[in-house]
């Protein structure tokens, strides 16, 4: 019976099927990723947890092996990488993680009443192969200027690009987190391309790219946050709520281990994530028993610990800070 052991590996480590599964990760300590610059107490203890999970394009020997584990849940592609490009699916994620330290950097400023400058433009989504946009930018950089002409929103980089012929060269200015970077500030690039047609209309220029309204902030850029290759949104939360705590001085948390998943905008509002029955194996494992999770998905999050986990629902920032207080019994 060996042989077809064998001959099943080779066949399954030769390509992948369309598939995803989604598995436990890890819980993380907040305190060993945020950096802002102060002195730390000599008797500092962190308390957030950060958590993820393991996402696996499957293969044929995996598909079988993870149907018969309980914990983990699979995924037809399209539902993990939409229409997105294979290729830019990581720089994707990478970027939806440097949007979330950022997003947590201000909701956590704004708690505190502390202002953040702003500065608008056309975010990039993803880039059409074979297109002038193509291999030149990324997801996640922001357009400011087209051809000298200021770009603050998706009409006005629409109606740059299309202002000239295609064939046009034009220099594109563009900021740019380094999602490698544990630090919270940018650059600013110029590109020049030259404008293609568009294939609807092969009398408008043509940039070759998917983007939406965006905005970039300015945020102090001795502030860090270290995530290495961990992409997506959903640590926004934790971030935030261990950046109150370090830039106010005010270990809320001190003395309760707690864990947190979940978007965070700019303005606090905590969102729905995904992965979330598997995040909660993790923070139990983890041997941490409280978990913070958006409110509609509290449900979701006893999907395999039940009862072996406080979980508590919340819908913003605020929320989360007087949940953590009120399991301390502090105002």
């Known amino acids: ?34 950096t802002v610059p102060q002195v730390r107490p000599k008797d500092y203890v962190g308390s957030i947890y950060m958590t993820d999970v393991t996402l696996i394009h499957l293969t044929p020997i995996l598909w079988i092996y993870d149907h018969v584990v309980s914990d983990v849940s699979i995924y037809p592609a399209s539902e993990i990488v939409g229409s997105s490009d294979p290729s830019q699916f990581s720089q994707q994620q990478l970027s939806q993680m440097a949007n979330a330290k950022l997003a947590a950097g201000v909701a956590a400023f704004s708690y505190l009443n502390r202002r953040v400058p702003e500065v608008y433009g056309a975010e990039v989504l993803a880039t059409v192969p074979g297109t002038p946009a193509y291999g030149v930018l990324r997801p996640g950089d922001l357009v400011t200027e087209v051809g000298g002409k200021t770009v603050t929103s998706m009409s006005t980089f629409a109606a740059a690009i299309t202002s000239y012929p295609p064939g046009s060269v034009v220099r594109l200015l563009v900021i740019r987190q380094n999602v490698n970077s544990s630090s919270l500030d940018f650059k600013r690039i110029s590109f020049t391309v ?44 934790a971030f935030a709520l261990q950046l109150v705590q370090e830039l106010s001085h005010h270990r809320f948390a001190r003395g309760v281990k707690v864990a947190a998943t979940g978007t965070i905008a700019p303005n606090g509002i905590v969102g729905e994530v995904g992965g979330v029955p598997q995040k909660a194996v993790a923070v139990y494992r983890a041997g941490v028993k409280i978990f913070l999770v958006p409110k509609q998905q509290v449900s979701q999050a006893r999907t395999y610990v039940g009862k072996k986990l406080t979980i508590i629902g919340v819908s913003s920032l605020s929320q989360a800070i007087d949940a953590i207080k009120g399991l301390r019994g502090i105002s």
């Open 194 to 237: 030259k404008l293609g047609s568009d294939p609807r209309n092969g009398k408008k220029a043509f940039l070759g790219v998917e983007y939406t309204q965006g905005v970039f902030y300015v945020l102090p850029g001795s502030i860090k946050i270290a995530t290495g290759e961990i992409g997506g949104p959903s640590a926004g939360l």
């Open 1 to 34: 019976m060996a042989l077809p052991v064998v001959v099943l590996i080779g066949w399954a480590t030769g390509f992948s099927i369309p598939e995803y599964s989604i598995s436990p990760g890890q819980a993380i300590d907040t305190a060993t990723l945020v």
